[in-house]
């Protein structure tokens, strides 16, 4: 339980970390447009969530590589709580004037990401021990 908990946990982790990390590489690629305060253009904000997505399937694929069990449970709860979390990011930036597809393709991606990774791993299920 605690291994499972701690697969999912530091996939999620990991995830933010290297979404994080890809802030030097589009402020490199698009110099000025993620200076704070001001909202990037479309073209910015769309290799972000490129990068987004890039990041989400490799977490996944993490996720159930490590799983301790059946992989698509694991990969389900970092669904989950990436959703929840990406939620709760969305509603208090809702207003503050950054398009509206930004916050909901990062919202509607994860989803797709978790399942590419979860399939790509290779360990949809487990089969049962004799």
Same mark, same amino acid.
């Given at each position: 339980m ?20 890809t802030? /030097?590489?589009?402020? $490199?690629?698009? /110099?000025? +447009?993620?200076?704070?305060g001001?909202?990037p253009?479309?073209r910015?904000l !769309?290799a ?11 977490c996944?694929w993490?996720? !159930?590589?490590f799983?301790p069990?059946?992989?698509?449970g694991?990969v389900?709860w970092f669904?989950?709580?990436? +959703? ?5 990011a969305?509603i208090p930036?809702?207003g503050k004037?950054?398009?509206?597809w ?7 991606s994860?989803p ?7 399939m790509?791993?290779g360990?949809? $299920? +487990?089969? /049962? !021990?004799?």
């Amino acid at each position: 339980m605690l291994k499972s908990i701690a697969v999912v946990a530091g996939s999620y982790l990991l995830s933010i970390l290297l979404v994080l990390a890809t802030d /030097p590489l589009l402020s $490199r690629i698009f /110099p000025g +447009e993620f200076d704070a305060g001001r909202v990037p253009s479309s073209r910015a904000l !769309a290799a972000s969530t490129g990068l987004f997505v890039v990041v989400s399937i490799l977490c996944a694929w993490l996720c !159930a590589r490590f799983a301790p069990g059946r992989a698509a449970g694991h990969v389900l709860w970092f669904f989950i709580v990436g +959703e929840v979390m990406g939620i709760a990011a969305t509603i208090p930036n809702w207003g503050k004037g950054w398009p509206h597809w930004y916050w909901l393709s990062w919202l509607l991606s994860w989803p797709v990401s978790c399942w590419i990774g979860l399939m790509l791993s290779g360990r949809r $299920r +487990e089969t /049962p !021990a004799a």
